[in-house]
């Protein structure tokens, strides 16, 4: 896979544009992990070709080879390919449109109800499972099992795409992959053989994320020197949108930019995970 990407320094300044840090060390140049991760981008269309048992066998290791909070395994994973439960994914739990046409889509699930079971078979309690530390620690340890399974596609070859969009009815993406109370959907992971790309999408500059010693504040020339430098991507994909900057402005300033998941707690609570 990694031997027709680009190298190291094009694969940065596809991601950074002029902000690309210079990398010279021959051992870090050479790395075709690093190669594959740099080279990570949406892959929305896919062709008709199948995916096998076997690769979601070998991805499904990779996310269960992730860390995992003191080894918990506080999360679960539904492999989701029946066409009609797929569309119920868009049409009754908000899912984005292009799920119906995904070979398959791996719902990821923060699951403290198999924590629970264990503990009651053994006579026990699950008090702790109610609050907000548990919540976080299941969601945490389905992002990062995610990931692996994520990195372990597209070394395979296969595009994938996240899907937050699951969580605009939570309750409904529950009910059709059966989650048990104490299990919640934290986000599906839409996956197949590409039929297109998008291309590498820019970041903000690596300083403006990492800082040595202390949080560093944003600088306004940063945000719109990346804003400038989305809007190049854009243009290259015949993509109009609304500016970066905006974007997130509007997320934050009002209730509106949560797009009814404002009610989020209370689905949790009524899930068994009241994040007390």
């Given at each position: 896979?990694?031997?027709?990407?680009?190298?190291?320094?094009?694969?940065?300044?596809a991601?950074?544009?002029?902000?690309?840090?210079?990398i010279?060390?021959?051992?870090?140049?050479?790395?075709?992990?690093?190669?594959?991760?740099?080279?990570?981008?949406?892959?929305?269309?896919?062709?008709?070709?199948?995916?096998?048992?076997?690769?979601i066998?070998?991805?499904?290791?990779?996310?269960?080879?992730?860390?995992?909070?003191?080894?918990?395994?506080?999360?679960?994973v539904?492999?989701?390919?029946?066409?009609?439960?797929?569309?119920?994914?868009?049409?009754?739990?908000?899912?984005?449109?292009?799920?119906?046409?995904?070979?398959?889509?791996?719902?990821?699930?923060?699951?403290?109800?198999?924590?629970?079971?264990?503990?009651?078979?053994?006579g026990?309690?699950?008090?702790?499972?109610?609050?907000?530390?548990?919540?976080?620690?299941?969601?945490?340890?389905?992002?990062?099992?995610?990931?692996?399974?994520?990195?372990?596609?597209?070394?395979?070859?296969?595009?994938?795409?996240?899907?937050?969009?699951?969580?605009?009815?939570?309750?409904?993406?529950?009910?059709?992959?059966?989650?048990?109370?104490?299990?919640?959907?934290?986000?599906?992971?839409?996956?197949?053989?590409?039929?297109?790309?998008?291309?590498?999408?820019?970041?903000?500059?690596?300083?403006?994320?990492?800082a040595?010693e202390?949080?560093?504040?944003?600088?306004?020339?940063?945000?719109?020197?990346?804003?400038?430098?989305?809007?190049?991507?854009?243009?290259?994909?015949?993509?109009?949108?609304?500016?970066?900057?905006?974007?997130?402005?509007?997320?934050?300033?009002?209730?509106?930019?949560?797009?009814?998941?404002?009610?989020?707690?209370a689905?949790?609570?009524r899930?068994?995970?009241?994040?007390?």
């Amino acid at each position: 896979m990694t031997d027709t990407l680009p190298d190291v320094p094009a694969l940065l300044r596809a991601r950074y544009g002029r902000a690309a840090p210079e990398i010279t060390d021959p051992d870090i140049l050479a790395s075709e992990t690093l190669r594959l991760i740099l080279n990570h981008h949406t892959v929305r269309t896919y062709s008709d070709r199948v995916v096998s048992d076997e690769h979601i066998a070998a991805i499904v290791a990779a996310a269960q080879s992730a860390s995992s909070s003191s080894n918990n395994q506080s999360w679960s994973v539904v492999e989701v390919r029946d066409a009609g439960a797929k569309r119920r994914l868009v049409y009754e739990a908000g899912g984005s449109a292009f799920i119906a046409h995904a070979p398959v889509v791996l719902v990821f699930v923060a699951d403290w109800a198999r924590a629970t079971a264990i503990a009651g078979s053994h006579g026990a309690g699950s008090e702790a499972v109610g609050y907000l530390e548990s919540t976080l620690v299941a969601f945490v340890d389905a992002g990062i099992a995610a990931q692996s399974a994520v990195l372990a596609a597209e070394a395979l070859g296969l595009g994938t795409s996240y899907l937050g969009s699951l969580r605009n009815h939570p309750e409904a993406a529950a009910d059709i992959v059966g989650l048990p109370q104490g299990a919640a959907v934290a986000f599906g992971v839409a996956l197949g053989w590409p039929a297109d790309s998008a291309g590498i999408k820019p970041r903000l500059a690596p300083h403006v994320v990492h800082a040595r010693e202390h949080y560093r504040e944003v600088a306004l020339a940063d945000a719109e020197a990346y804003d400038e430098e989305l809007a190049r991507y854009n243009a290259s994909q015949a993509r109009a949108g609304t500016s970066w900057i905006a974007a997130v402005t509007a997320r934050v300033r009002d209730l509106r930019g949560l797009h009814g998941r404002e009610t989020a707690r209370a689905a949790l609570e009524r899930r068994g995970l009241p994040s007390r």
